[in-house]
């Protein structure tokens, strides 16, 4: 395990699900409250609220509540660790491909 994967773990699993990628492209738009966020699902509120749970506890959002009313908001910063993560990723993998073709294509004779 590498130093620092611990945060990435949780992201990534809460990003395995497709009911919370969806919640995730909705909170895109800015804030919602979490029962406009629970419409579009066939789901009863208690098993949606897991959904918000997941999210919250691995950083890709964070719940305010006002009243009786919850409101979720993006995490930025959550988004800004994983696209570091990706970028590093993409940077490694395009110098093996690079060296890849460099080798491929050299001139045998």
């Known amino acids: 395990m590498h130093a620092g994967s611990e945060p990435l773990d949780g992201i990534f699993q809460a990003l395995a699900d497709p009911t919370r990628r969806a ?16 419409q579009p699902f066939d789901m009863a509120l ?9 999210l919250e506890q691995s950083g890709l959002i964070r719940t305010e509540k006002s009243g009786r009313v919850r409101t ?14 990706l970028g590093e990723q993409r940077r490694l993998w395009a110098g093996r491909t690079d060296r890849l073709e460099a080798f491929v294509t050299r001139d045998i004779t």
């Open 23 to 38: 919640i995730l492209a909705r909170l895109g738009g800015g804030p919602a409250a979490v029962g406009e966020l629970a």
């Open 46 to 54: 208690p098993s949606f609220m897991k959904h918000i749970a997941a």
């Open 72 to 85: 979720c908001t993006l995490e930025r910063a959550t988004f800004a660790l994983v696209d570091g993560w």
